[in-house]
Every structure is written in C-alpha cells, then in structure tokens.
C-alpha cells in the first residue's frame, strides 16, 4: 500500500519536473530572447530602447547565465507563485490566469463528469444486451463519438445552433455575468452554459468510457464468481450490480489518468471555437504573439493540474480496489 | 467457435487446417462488414491523394477576389438533349438592399463539362508533368467557370483545394505514423526484449508522456517553428511534433507482444536449439505480431490526422500557402460566414469519413490480428 | 444417521433427476452436453458422477441448480426436489430468475466450485459474501449474521475466523479458501450439497483435507452430496452409488462397491485400469484409454464409446444406441455386451405378443 502511493507520488513528482522543462524548454525556444521581443514591442509602440537599457534587462532577467541557471531561477521563481510578466498584456502572468484556469477546471472536470455519466449506464446495457438493437446502435454513436474531433463537433453544434434556432451558442456566461463579480445568480448562468462544452468535451471520452465499461462487464460477467453468486440464490439483477458491475468499475477510476490529459487538451481547442474564457484561448494568442512567459505557465500549469487529477486517482483506485490496498510491500 | 460452418463441409474443413495464419486473418476480416467497407474507403482516400492533381480542375491556389463565395454547382449530366454534361452558370447581381455581390442561378446559362480535359500544369506524384484533369472545359479557364463544391472567401475553388488537402493530409498521417513506429518499435521492443532497468525507464516514461496533455505541449513546440519557414519546412517539422504524440501506444503494443511471445513455447524452443537472437526475434517472433503492428498503426492514423487538422485549425500547423484539412477548416471557424456559405462545412465531412474508416479497419484488423482468439 | 457401508437404500430419494436435457444453442445448431440423464440422491449418501472432461458433469450438476450460462438451456426432463414435508417440486417448471427457484439456490441445495480462485470476488471480504447468504434466507440481523458467520468458519477448520471473515479472498491461500467455499455452501444448511471437482485445484495434502471435512460435515447434517470428479481414488473414498458418465450419456450406475468389483461396461473397466496400484508389477505402463471423447458436435453414430472400444461390434455398436437398463438387481449399464440387440428386440416382441 504505502509503496504503491510512494510510487505513485514519485512519478508524479518526476513527470512535474519533466512538464517544467518541457515548459522552459517552450519559452526559450523562439529566437532571441525574452528582451529582444520586449525591445522590439516597444520599438513598435514608438519607444526607443537603447542597447545599455537592453543589457541592462538582459542582467535584469538573467538571460546571459548558462541556460540551466536561468531554468533554475526560473523554476524557483514559479515555485514562489512568481510567472513573470506577461509581455502582450503588461501583467503579471498569475493575475491573468487565476479565473481562466479555476473555469478550465470546471469545463473540465464537468466533460469527465458528463462521459461517465453516460457511459456507464449505457456500457451496463451493452454488456448486458450483447448484441440487441440498442447494443448496435451505442456501438455505432460509441464510434461516431470517437471519430469526430471535438473542435469538429463544436463546429458543426455552433452551426446548427445559430441556422435552426439563430441563438449563438458558446462561451460560458451571459453578456450581462461576463464582467460581474461571482454571485449565486453569475454560478447559475454559468452552469446553464456549461452542458454544452461539457458534452462537447466528453463526447470522445464518453465513447471509449463505454467501450471499455462494456468490455469489463462483458469479461467479468463470464466469470465463475458471478454464477457462485447465482448459486446462492440471489437475483439476477442484484448479482450483476453487486458482483461484476463493482469489479469493472475499478478499471474506469484507473482510466482518469488518460481520461484527464486528454480532455485538457482538447478543451484548449474548443474554447477557442466556443470562445470560452478559459486558458485555451489565452495560450493561443500568447503563442501566436510569443509571449513566452505567459504560454510557457500556462503550459505547466495545466500539466501539473492533470498530474496532479491523475494522481488524485490513483489514490481513489488503492481506496476501491482492495488487492492495491493489501498488497505487501516488496 | 472459431468457424462451426466450416465443420458441416469436409473440404472446408480440411481448408481450415491447412490455411495460412494470414490466410486465417483475412477469412476472419472479412465478416468484420465495417472494415471490409473501411478498408474501400481509405484505399478511395489514398487514391484521391495520389492523383489530386488529376481530379482537382482549377489550380488551388488561384485566387480571385470577383469570384469569392460562389456556391456549389453540381455537375448534371442528361438535359433535354440526351447525354449532355454540364454545370448551371450563374449571373452576378447587386442585391439592391446590401449592395453585396450575390449569385443567382441562370438556367439558360449552361457550361459544358468535358471531361479528361487539358487545364493547369501540375506533377503527378509530384514528379511527373502533366495537364490532364477529370473534369474541365473544352475551352478556357475551368477555374473561371466551374465550382463543383463553391469557392471560399478568397474565391479559390473549394473541390481543387479539397483535393490537394487530402492529399497533404493522408500523406502526412502517413509519414508521421512511420516516424511512431521506428520510435514505438525500437522503444517499446528495447523495453520488452531487455526488460529490468531499461524496461523499468521506458515505462516511466511512458507513462510521463501519456500523463500530459499534449496539444498544449505541441501547441508550444509548433509555436516555435520560425515564421520564414518554407512550406516543405513546416510539413516535415510539424510531422516530427505529430509523430511525437502517436508513439507511447505503438511502444506498447510491441513491448506487450515482446513480452507475451517471450514466455511462447515455440520461442522458448527456438532458444533452447540454440538460435540466435536475431533470428529468434526476426524468424520467429516478428512474424508472429507483424499483424497486430499493422491493426495498432491503423488505429494510430487517425490521431495524426486529426492532431495536423487540430494544429492547422489553429494557425499553429501548416500555414497558408500550404493547404490541409486543417487549413480549410480554419474557413469555417467563424459561424457567420458558415451561416452564410454553408458550403465551408464540407471539408469536416471527409476529414470525419477518413477517421471513421481508419477506426473501423483499425477496429477490424486488431480482431483478426489474432486468427486463433475466440 | 445412516451408516454409509450398510449401503442401504433409503426408498425416498431427496432429489431425482429424470431424463435430463441440457444443451447450448450453436450458431449452426443445438449441441447436448447432457443427453438423458436420470439419477437418485439420498439423505447421507454420496453420489459420484464421473468421467473424462467434457462429457457433460459439470453442466449436470450446474443444471440441477439451473445455473447453467448462456447460452446453455435445459431443454427436458424433471429435477424432483422433495421438500421436508413431502411435497415434491419440479425444478425445471420453475421461472429461471424466479424467487421459487431462488429459494432453492442456496437454501436447500448448494453447490461447491472447482476453483476457489475465482468462484470469489475479490471485492469483497469473505464475511461479507457468506453473510449475505445468511441474511437472504435466514433473514438474520447484521450481529446474528457476523455470529453464525465466524461459527461456521471455525466449524470448516479455519483458523481464528473471527479475524479471516474481514479478510479478502485473495488473502487466503488455496485450500483455506475451498474450507471458506464449502463454510458457505453449509451456512444455510442445504440438504443436498453438490460439490463440483472440489478438489481438482489443490495440492495432494490438502485435498484429502477437504474430502475429510466434506465427509465429516455431511455425517454431521446427513445432507445428501453430489460429487463430479473425473478421479477414481477420490470415488472409491467418498462415494456410495456411481454414475460413470461419457459424452452427455450415462453408461453406469449403480452402488461403488459393485461397481469397483465388478465393472460391467468397457468404459468403466477402462476407467478402473487407469487408476495406479501400489500392487502393480514395477516399471509397468499404466494402461491408458486410446482416443480422446469426441466432441459433442461430430457425435458418433451408435454407442458414443464405439470409436474407443475394444469389445465393440461391427454392425451393432456404431448403428444403434444402447439403453441404459438392469443388469442386475442394483446395478443399471447401456451396453450391447449386456443387452445385445436381439434380446431386446425378443423381449420386446414378447411383451408385444
């Protein structure tokens, strides 16, 4: 048990260390450096810099140290809740991406929560009606769901929304709530938009979910322990949920672990079609402009935010799946 | 069960016993009707990709500022007259309210359609030069006058850019699925012919890989790419960063089938008459799981396509002038304009077609991959 | 309490089985597993089916509980089940999810499995997947449920049961955990145990320790067992009456001593020579049985033995199927060697005339 969370924690631990350095490694990627792109911007505003200001920024920032100096500073500097300064807005990163990233959270969390919701349900039928009409017809939407790329289907959602009923759907508040302080009224409205990213999102998800809830069950529903059950005289439909539903349930908390990155990262696209105001749109433009210090944050942030999801579980599954929970320490 | 039907005839019966595993494998992927269907669909999309230069009638990029937005003109082949191919020509009218340009069809005005016509020069298989094209007119420009599926806001010709994006995007799963598998092979066969400590660090990493997100994280690395690129430069960049995503699952399929084979009987025996290891591996168990590589490339085809039309879309993949699904696409990002011009929509269709296919021949390959499973 | 070697026979079986029929629906066809079977199980006796596997004792024990899978059906026949106070019940008229038949499950007939391995969950613990058995049919309370729980683990022999019922099943090593199966199956107190190769997944020590406690128990409570083996030494210990099944068919049946000692049918005879003797001559081949059983779907024409039989006879065996009938006062065996073709038909014609 501890050695199963020890190693858990570890990887954890490690991939962070990884993502931060893919994440530098994304912020130093462009040519030049952060203040050549900081002169150049003011340059274009009609600002002069000249090259003592410039060497002065250079010192300023640390960009003439070895570069795993500066990843160093770098990464103990986030460690302080310090992400630089955004170059495009002219603030500091962490102030832009509070809300942003709380509402990702929420898209997100609510996509996973929207694909189980009918995955597990409709897989419980499948296994159960192998092979009936209603079996074929999940199949089939299953691998629909799988096939069209969220950013497709938020497409064609916005398309028919505006041509069939002329509302423009997306975006997650209503005009009045865009700029309001939170209130009960503001979590409401934002609720009331949240079905469609949230459908949009786990859409794909939901459609594996259900594959593989439908496989477990149809593998654990051969199993000796279900007709042990039968033979102590219990019903049918009491063994089916006591009995194999529980053991393949166990697999679909263990699939979190993918679930999540996957839905980060396709969030991040579909906001942009659904004009969300999560980070999506943010590391687009920050990207584009090469704001490095804002993309590289958000970057690492959302990468630290799904280990950690993964994480959390893992630790669910040792709480559900009594064998990880005894298992001796090797 | 494998084959019940096959006992009731004694011949058949004896053709079981003596068939091929590749033999078996294919009986088995034809009663898998989807993939049977799939696997004509994707062959259609490879052709269309290798002779797009022949189907496509206007030169795709081409464009003209007079001619933007023109809806799609589909091809009739009978009129009054018998075998007669032709499109319905169009008059441009100031709508007298907006003052914008509109097109209103004109009956009278028929353009004749010939077809294996001669129209811009373009190279088949991107060597050979040539200016034969499906469809054309007998004389001047067929970019002028026909526009089977419409034109975009640059007045391009949706059908001719359709087909030269299908082209760049089928061969750019392809090779970046090729670069997954040399990675995928030589990785995950390290890890499971090796085991211990390498196999310990591939896993781990792995498992690093698939726990994050990694739009955001190839977003950034696309981001990168300077912006006085060529086109060919970002095409091969942009297959090494897609490349990067589809290896993990490759990787391990073949470290599971490494590791199954390795506890084989027949390998086991193969060792103990003292083979070498190069030969076990290439004279025994390559062979062995040659097919489930081919079903997990399969299904690792459609993940490339659409993480090129994910970056495309974005602006972050190929930029025009290169044109890709993706690059289509970024058309149809703004609902008004597709309000408007529906006809910007149609590239979804083949891009979703081609990953359905992919899914379902992939889907049906995994199954008979294994001849011998129930 | 009846003493096993008086071997006499009680006259009112506790549950007969009469020309049963179960089968699975093939894609091209129905295929019989068992293929008109009839036997009797007694209070404190022990019936053995046995037979190679494959022919079909498995799915006869499962059919008596109706628990065969899918697509597995019983297509005829009639399980007679006498309850306490005589009234006799047809199994096979019951609704198969039906709370008749789901009273019977457990309450008065259960079964034991072959594999303890996985006749478990893993998700629960083993106080959990007997009490719930105890709370079905007994309506216990939860503290009622815990108590008779933890006395029926130490009754099996289990070790401080009041610490192993909240133990997993996988904590559990093999042969502790067929004690754990068969504590479950008695919980209820059944009066028919059927006990399904109880003992194939253990090591040699602890299978004589699981035969010991399935005798000592069923002396205790004087249910009536069912024992599916395919291993002589295991029916030669255990058993009172023998059923020697092959491909769906009974061909013996009869009390074990007879049987031993005087083998009527080739099959048995067969089977009997392929037991090790510690009075064998050493260093000589234990005789084995030629072939393999024939699959269900390519059956034989005639006696489904013909193919394998030594004695078998051109012209009868692979044309006709021999009933299993008397062949002596106790003892019942479908062969032609005892019934030969033209005495039936003389019989018959006798009684015709």
């Not at chain 2, 077609?353 to 021949?361: Q, R």
């Not at chain 3, 009469?18 to 295929?31: E, H, N, P, Q, W």
């Not at chain 3, 022919?55 to 089940?81: H, N, W, Y």
Request: proline residues 6%.
């Amino acid at each position: 048990m501890t050695d199963f969370i020890a190693r858990k924690l570890f990887t954890a631990l490690v991939t962070i260390w990884i993502v931060s350095m893919l994440s530098f490694v994304i912020i130093q990627l462009p040519p030049g450096d952060y203040v050549t792109s900081y002169v150049q911007q003011l340059m274009n505003s009609g600002t002069a810099v000249s090259a003592q200001e410039a060497e002065a920024l250079r010192a300023q920032y640390g960009l003439d140290d070895p570069v795993w100096v500066q990843y160093f500073k770098w990464i103990t500097r986030v460690l302080r809740g310090d992400f630089g300064v955004s170059m495009e807005w002219q603030r500091p990163v962490a102030d832009l991406l509070g809300e942003r990233m709380l509402l990702t959270i929420i898209v997100s969390l609510s996509a996973i929560l929207f694909a189980w919701a009918v995955a597990i349900p409709v897989g419980i039928y499948s296994a159960v009606r192998q092979y009936s009409l209603g079996d074929n017809v999940f199949t089939f939407v299953g691998f629909l769901g799988l096939a069209i790329p969220d950013f497709l289907l938020a497409l064609v959602f916005l398309y028919f929304g505006y041509e069939l009923f002329g509302v423009h759907l997306g975006g997650l508040f209503s005009p009045e709530f865009q700029r309001a302080p939170w209130s009960l009224a503001k979590a409401w409205d934002l609720l009331a938009h949240l079905w469609l990213p949230a459908v949009i999102l786990g859409t794909s998800g939901m459609a594996a979910q259900m594959r593989v809830m439908r496989a477990n069950l149809l593998d654990e529903l051969r199993k000796p322990y279900v007709v042990t059950a039968e033979a102590k005289g219990l019903k049918r439909s009491h063994v089916i949920l006591k009995y194999p539903l529980r053991a393949s349930l166990n697999p679909l908390v263990s699939t979190i672990g993918y679930l999540l990155p996957t839905v980060v990262s396709g969030s991040i696209i579909v906001s942009l079609v659904l004009a969300l105001p999560t980070v999506g749109p943010l590391l687009l433009g920050a990207l584009l402009s090469q704001d490095m210090y804002l993309a590289g944050a958000i970057i690492l942030l959302l990468g630290v935010l799904t280990v950690i999801g993964t994480f959390l579980s893992d630790l669910l599954l040792m709480w559900v799946e009594p064998r990880l929970r005894f298992r001796r320490i090797a | 069960m494998s084959d019940l039907t096959a006992r009731n005839e004694p011949a058949d019966h004896q053709a079981v016993y003596i068939a091929t595993q590749w033999q078996l494998m294919w009986w088995r992927f034809q009663r898998h009707y989807l993939a049977m269907i799939s696997l004509f669909v994707v062959a259609a999309f490879y052709l269309v990709a290798a002779f797009s230069g022949f189907l496509a009638y206007a030169d795709p990029s081409a464009s003209e500022a007079y001619r933007a937005l023109i809806p799609p003109q589909p091809i009739h082949l009978f009129d009054e007259t018998g075998w007669n191919p032709h499109v319905i020509g169009f008059e441009r009218i100031r709508d007298p309210m907006t003052f914008k340009l509109v097109y209103a069809p004109n009956p009278e005005l028929k353009v004749p359609v010939r077809f294996f016509a001669h129209g811009f020069e373009y190279r088949l298989f991107g060597i050979i030069p040539a200016n034969i094209h499906l469809v054309g007119v007998a004389d001047g420009n067929a970019a002028e006058v026909i526009h089977l599926l419409g034109t975009d806001e640059q007045g391009r010709d949706l059908w001719s850019r359709l087909m030269v994006a299908t082209s760049v995007s089928m061969t750019i799963g392809l090779i970046g699925v090729s670069l997954s598998l040399v990675l995928g092979v030589l990785l995950g066969g390290l890890s499971g012919l090796l085991g211990g400590t390498v196999d310990m660090l591939i896993q781990r990493l792995i498992e690093v890989v698939r726990s994050v997100p990694v739009i955001p994280l190839w977003m950034g690395l696309a981001a990168a790419m300077p912006r006085d690129w060529s086109v060919l430069q970002v095409y091969f960049a942009l297959t090494i960063i897609i490349s990067l995503i589809g290896w993990t699952d490759l990787a391990r399929v073949v470290r599971g089938r490494f590791m199954a084979l390795r506890e084989e009987d027949f390998i086991v025996a193969a060792e103990l008459i003292g083979a070498s290891k190069l030969r076990i591996i290439f004279r025994h168990m390559v062979p062995s799981f040659l097919s489930h590589i081919i079903a997990a490339v399969t299904l690792a085809l459609p993940v490339m396509i659409i993480s090129e039309t994910a970056l495309s879309f974005l602006g972050l993949g190929l930029r025009p002038p290169a044109i890709s699904w993706g690059v289509l696409l970024q058309q149809a990002q703004n609902v008004q304009a597709v309000a408007l011009s529906p006809w910007l929509m149609i590239p979804v269709i083949p891009v979703v077609v081609a990953i359905l296919a992919f899914n379902f021949l992939g889907d049906g390959l995994r199954d008979a991959a294994d001849p011998y499973g129930h | 309490m009846l003493q096993r070697s008086q071997g006499s026979v009680p006259n009112r079986p506790i549950l007969s089985v009469r020309d049963l029929r179960t089968g699975f629906a093939m894609r091209d066809g129905f295929v019989a597993a068992v293929d008109g079977v009839s036997f009797d199980m007694h209070e404190g006796r022990t019936l053995a089916i046995v037979g190679e596997s494959g022919c079909g004792k498995s799915v006869t024990a499962r059919s008596v509980l109706r628990i065969v899978e899918r697509p597995g059906k019983i297509v005829g026949g009639e399980i007679l089940l006498r309850r306490k106070d005589g009234q006799v019940d047809d199994l096979v008229g019951f609704g198969q999810d039906s709370k008749d038949l789901r009273a019977v499950r457990g309450r008065d007939i259960a079964l034991v499995f072959q594999e303890p391995m996985t006749s478990f969950s893993n998700h629960y613990t083993i106080g959990n997947q007997i009490g719930e058995m105890l709370r079905l049919h007994l309506r216990l309370s939860q503290r009622e449920t815990r108590e008779r729980t933890i006395e029926i683990l130490g009754r099996v022999g289990i070790p401080s049961p009041e610490r192993r019922i909240d133990e997993y099943p996988f904590q559990l090593s093999g042969g502790l955990r067929q004690r754990v199966m068969i504590a479950m199956a008695l919980s209820c107190g059944p009066r028919v145990l059927i006990a399904d190769e109880p003992t194939t997944a253990l090591d040699v020590t602890t299978q004589a320790q699981i035969l010991d406690l399935l005798r000592s128990m069923q002396q205790q409570t004087n249910m009536a067992m069912m024992l599916i083996t395919h291993d002589m030494g295991v029916v030669a210990e255990m058993a009172d009456d023998v059923a020697v099944m092959y491909l769906g068919k009974l061909v013996e049946y009869g009390p074990v001593d007879k049987i031993f000692h005087a083998p009527r049918h080739p099959y048995t005879r067969a089977l009997l020579r392929s037991i090790p003797s510690i009075r064998a001559k050493p260093r000589s081949r234990l005789p084995v049985l030629q072939g393999s059983i024939p699959s269900a779907v390519l059956r034989p024409t005639g006696c489904p033995f013909h193919p394998r039989c030594e004695q078998a006879m051109a012209g009868t065996c692979d044309r006709d199927m021999p009933q299993l009938l008397p062949a002596s006062n106790d003892v019942e065996v479908s062969c032609f060697l005892h019934h030969p073709p033209e005495s039936l038909s003389t019989t018959a014609s006798g009684v015709a005339s």
